[in-house]
């Protein structure tokens, strides 16, 4: 099987420069090539494992002293707006 | 003296004794990068003043009489994909190349209450994406035996640092040889622990199911005191399993008699270079000197193991790197007209090729053309290749392979894709492996073995490699030209 | 229109009333100032991880059971991806393959009919942050404190057959999370949302027609417009010789429209696959069978059994229901064997009266159901007036006291005495000659004054029924 390069990058909210396309396509056409070179196991695959549970966490919030405070974690936004992240308009 | 060459094991002991303070220890490090660092490139951040300063408040702790853990004071460098309060933490991507986190992984929180100081924040392919560091945004490093070749990837510059004594220890992580590769190029030890052994929370995410952060050092003993140290359950990674961690290096043992080690005939049947071939079997000879069972085994699925990650790998990483785009952190492209084009702008520019292609391949994985064909199949392979390794235990008590097909190759060699041919398979099935230099090959250049042990046994690879370690020494640290 | 049955399945999304996040320790409240109930989890900074909260299980546990589905031991968490700046981490939590519950139904009331609503599943997701648009600004802001917040989605089999159905559906699931007590329902701030999906068949045929979703429904009035919207969309397009295409559409309430969002062609493909960052969730059976014995006594239930049994009408009966107050007294009283009716008015007469008025609950005050039975037979062995009733309920709100002793205190008792009753008619009758003429003249209402004359004459004591008759049988 190929990959439609244009259908997945858009998926992926990529953009694939055309000079890039033959070598991208080769490269990912040979791992998909030895994946169905690949035997496939007919076993059915084992989606829940019981024997490793998860360990669930206790419903107690946190103090409000030792939260990050909302500077903090915007400091690395690229842009900020009466203490929200702005993103380009959105038209519903 | 040259403190920069000591082991952790060493220096502890000299810190311990008074011999030396911690400042001089750091001092000697922080020169030796000084010295090697424009030749070597290991690092991304060099937190020189920082670790001075926290070096003469262990010194002060000390002579105050406070017990501190026996690493307390040790240089460590951290590959730059975990994340560290207030210091960049870009995973080697422009996409991060001005993110710095408001919060610290939890290896780096256990890190500061040992004391130990962070020489900075060293090289990887970006978002570990890679085997050499080449995919690196900000440079390649390069292999402190031959400045000319890989150190291997992606924790390249966490195995160079070591090597070239510009850390005493140093953190990496391996979702599919990412550790035990460089390890093995640089001529160090490095363990990638068991699947669940080590927290997660805070490393900067490629495949989750695969990843695990570990230590790299030059001895065994200084890996396993830096395991037992990271190791553990943690309330912040669910992936963490609540067990009970001895003291993996008081513990260590080089009496490995009766052990019974396995050897994979289909290891031996990939395309070994000669030399690395020689170099292993050499090594399961003495093993056998040492009183261990050689056994053959099969471990018939390996050579699935490659397109196996491949697929899983990208997959995740497809869903991790979503995050970013250009809204909360990290860069984000000028050019854009609406919410759609900041978004195909922003990844596009800042993510490298290597990354966007594997995003490619995950998120081809998981569609609906692709869920079936390729990430259910490969899921179905992965169980393939667990169970084998189950059935393989039945029979001995840990498995011995080469690490890598080659020793490291030159920079700029069109990266070998096998490169994880012979580390993948531990990743997948959740296994802890080791990396242990077993011999130079006739360029000088380190080989290495790998050890493959059962889950949560880590101790009984370290031991083995502890034995061979005192039988046959570890690799001179190499002169830096 | 009439040759066309509509049928409709629902999703629906509710906000769980937890302590803290799904995800994160973060505090699970509503409408603090923005992005100040966020943290690295949260807000997706790299290397953070989900840890999942045990409460938020539970709840879900829950409502399987009073949803009377089956719930499973084992199960698993899935990522959906897709790209929206609401979802920091580019994909939500959320359960796809096995969820928490599933295959139960719930029974509703509509027209006097029981119908059984089947239930696919609940699963457990983690809802999304909001978006602000200003329109001073040139762009739009993300708030990412309700980013996380624990729901549980709720999807009923395509059972439903009418708007009427439909909205005796989500009023019975919203009530069922309020008896349960765990979500606050409170639909202005959001905490109940659904999905609508319509389609359309000739009658008495078996296939089901294609099917629309539709998005942002935001009340249940509005899910009952859009369902009717939607039907008559289709019939209309139907009969115009036009085919229905799958798709997803989205409700504009204020318009009262709805309107393609996307077609099956650039339907997402969400890549939904197994969470890594969490492992399998085992719900031990004695916890499970554990969370079915805190369940309290189910509306459903009530419903039927207020509208089967009692035929007691929707309206009332869901007023009775909504109010755990007023279904325990009448549940009490009609235990204790009074006349439904009687408790009927009273409970959502006076008592309701009362409750909006003081804001208070009917069982902090004197009043008990063994005293409302008490008032009811006085009443109704016209021992007392409905008049006087209402003296001795206001009574008994605000003292600790037995009714003999009120009707004592205030001489309520009824006047029933035939001789003493008569001579008060004849006294007004002499006394009102005018409205005598007016009714033999054929006022008929000349009657009612003079009987109110008469029961004012005895400060209200008098039996009015036989009154009534007394004057009628001296003046015909
Ligand atoms: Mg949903
Ligand atoms: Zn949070």
């Not at chain 3, 059984?116 to 329109?135: F, M, N, Q, V, Y």
Request: net charge negative; proline share 4%; glycine share 6%.
């Amino acid at each position: 099987m190929q990959i439609n390069i244009d259908q997945t990058s858009k998926l992926a909210m990529l953009k694939i420069d055309k000079s890039k396309y033959e070598q991208l396509q080769n490269k990912l056409t040979s791992i998909l090539k030895s994946v169905d070179e690949m035997p496939r196991m007919t076993e059915d695959l084992k989606v829940l494992d019981a024997d490793n549970p998860m360990e669930l966490r206790e419903d107690i919030p946190i103090d409000d002293k030792d939260r990050l405070s909302r500077d903090e974690l915007l400091s690395n936004a690229p842009q900020v707006q009466a203490g929200c992240l702005v993103v380009p308009k959105i038209v519903e | 003296m040259e403190l920069y060459k000591k082991s952790a094991a060493e220096l502890s002991a000299l810190i311990k004794n008074k011999s030396c303070s911690v400042e001089e220890a750091t001092k000697s490090v922080m020169d030796r990068i000084t010295q090697v660092e424009n030749k070597v490139d290991a690092y991304i951040t060099i937190c020189e003043q920082d670790a001075l300063t926290k070096a003469r408040e262990v010194d002060e702790k000390i002579a105050k009489g406070e017990e501190l853990h026996p690493l307390a004071g040790i240089p460590i460098g951290i590959k730059d994909n975990i994340s560290t309060k207030g210091i960049l933490t870009s995973s080697a991507s422009k996409m991060l190349s001005n993110y710095i986190p408001p919060y610290n992984a939890t290896v780096i929180d256990k890190i500061n209450s040992a004391h130990m100081i962070i020489t900075g924040k060293t090289n990887l392919d970006e978002f570990a994406m890679g085997s050499t560091t080449e995919t690196s945004y900000y440079k390649p490093t390069k292999n402190p035996h031959n400045l000319a070749k890989t150190p291997g990837g992606s924790s390249g510059g966490s195995a160079a640092a070591v090597s070239a004594g510009q850390a005493v220890l140093s953190l990496g992580s391996d979702t599919g040889g990412s550790i035990r590769t460089p390890a093995a190029f640089c001529g160090v030890v490095g363990l990638k622990p068991t699947y669940g052994a080590v927290s997660r929370f805070g490393l900067i995410a490629l495949a989750s199911s695969l990843d695990q952060i570990g230590p790299i050092g030059r001895t065994v003993t200084d890996v396993a005191m830096l395991y037992s140290l990271i190791c553990g359950h943690d309330n912040m990674d669910a992936t963490t399993k609540n067990i009970k961690h001895g003291d993996y290096a008081k513990n260590l043992s080089s009496d490995i008699r009766n052990i019974s080690i396995g050897i994979p005939t289909e290891y031996f049947n990939l395309d070994l270079n000669d030399e690395v071939r020689d170099s292993i079997t050499k090594a399961i000879k003495k093993y056998e000197e040492l009183g261990c069972n050689i056994k053959e085994i099969s471990l018939s699925s390996n050579e699935y193991a490659l397109p196996t990650y491949q697929i899983i790998s990208a997959a995740e990483a497809s869903s991790n790197l979503g995050r970013y785009d250009g809204v909360k952190f990290g860069y984000r492209s000028s050019d854009y007209a609406n919410l759609n084009e900041m978004y195909v702008n922003t990844r596009s520019e800042a993510f490298g090729d290597e990354v966007k292609s594997r995003i490619l391949l995950g998120t081809f994985a998981l569609s609906a053309q692709g869920y079936n064909d390729y990430y259910y199949k490969a899921k179905l392979m992965q169980q393939q290749i667990s169970s084998e390794f189950t059935e393989a235990f039945n029979e001995c008590d840990a498995i011995l392979t080469p690490t890598t097909l080659t020793s490291a190759f030159d920079l700029g060699t069109d990266a070998i894709g096998d490169a994880d041919s012979c580390t993948v398979a531990a990743n997948l099935a959740g296994l802890p492996a080791i990396n242990l230099p077993c011999g130079l090959d006739s360029d000088s250049m380190p080989i290495g073995m790998q050890i493959i042990g059962k889950k949560f046994d880590e101790q009984t690879i370290l031991n083995i490699a502890f034995a061979y370690e005192n039988a046959c020494g570890i690799v001179n640290m190499p002169e830096i030209v | 229109m009439n040759d066309y049955e509509i049928v409709v399945g629902l999703e629906v999304h509710a906000e769980l009333s937890t302590e803290s996040k799904m995800y994160c320790n973060c505090k699970n409240e509503f409408g603090l100032e923005v992005n100040t109930r966020v943290c690295p989890i949260c807000m997706a900074l790299p290397g953070a991880l989900p840890t999942l909260n045990k409460t938020a299980v539970d709840y879900a546990v829950m409502m399987g059971h009073a949803l009377n589905c089956k719930i499973n031991s084992v199960s698993k968490q899935d990522r959906k991806n897709y790209f929206y700046p609401d979802l920091p981490k580019a994909y939500q939590i959320s359960q796809a393959e096995v969820p928490v519950c599933e295959d139960g139904h719930l029974d509703i009331v509509v027209d006097g009919e029981v119908r059984s609503i089947g239930i696919t599943r609940i699963h457990i997701e983690e809802d999304a942050g909001k978006l602000l648009h200003d329109d001073s600004f040139d762009g739009s802001l993300v708030d990412c404190n309700r980013g996380g917040v624990p729901l549980i989605e709720i999807v009923s089999e395509p059972d439903i057959r009418s708007s009427a159905e439909a909205k005796a559906f989500l009023d019975m699931i919203k009530l069922t999370l309020q008896y349960l007590d765990i979500s606050d329902c409170k639909m202005q701030e959001g905490s109940i949302r659904c999905d609508v999906n319509v389609s359309v068949r000739k009658k008495g045929q078996k296939e089901f027609g294609t099917r629309c979703e539709m998005k942002n429904v935001n009340s249940f009035s509005a899910a009952v417009r859009g369902i009717e919207y939607e039907a008559k969309r289709q019939i209309e397009l139907i009969e115009a010789g036009g085919t229905i295409e799958q798709e997803t559409r989205r409700w504009d309430d204020v318009k009262g429209e709805s309107i393609t969002l996307r077609t099956k062609e650039d339907a997402h493909d969400y890549r939904y696959f197994p969470e890594p960052d969490l492992l399998t969730i085992v719900i031990p059976d004695e916890k499970i069978a554990e969370l079915k014995k805190r369940l309290p006594e189910l509306p459903s239930k009530k419903m039927l059994h207020y509208m089967i049994d009692l035929g007691i009408s929707q309206t009332e009966a869901m007023l009775l229901v909504e109010s755990d107050d007023k279904s325990k007294m009448f549940d009490e009283c009609e235990s204790l064997g009074a006349t439904p009716n009687a408790v009927l008015n009273w409970v959502l007469g006076d008592i309701s009266k009362y409750m909006n008025e003081s804001g208070k609950s009917i069982f902090d005050t004197h009043l008990t159901s063994e005293k409302l039975c008490e008032l009811i037979s006085l009443i109704e062995a016209k021992t007392i007036s409905n008049a006087a009733g209402r003296v001795v309920f206001e009574e008994l709100l605000q003292r600790d006291i037995d009714i003999k002793t009120i009707i004592e205190e205030k001489g309520l008792a009824q006047i029933s005495d035939k001789d003493a009753l008569l001579e008060i008619a004849r006294k007004v009758i002499e006394d009102n000659a005018q409205s005598v003429a007016d009714y033999n003249n054929g006022k008929t209402n000349a009657l009612g004054y003079l009987v109110g004359q008469c029961m004012k004459a005895s400060k209200g004591k008098a039996n009015p029924s036989m009154m009534k008759e007394l004057i009628l049988s001296l003046i015909e």
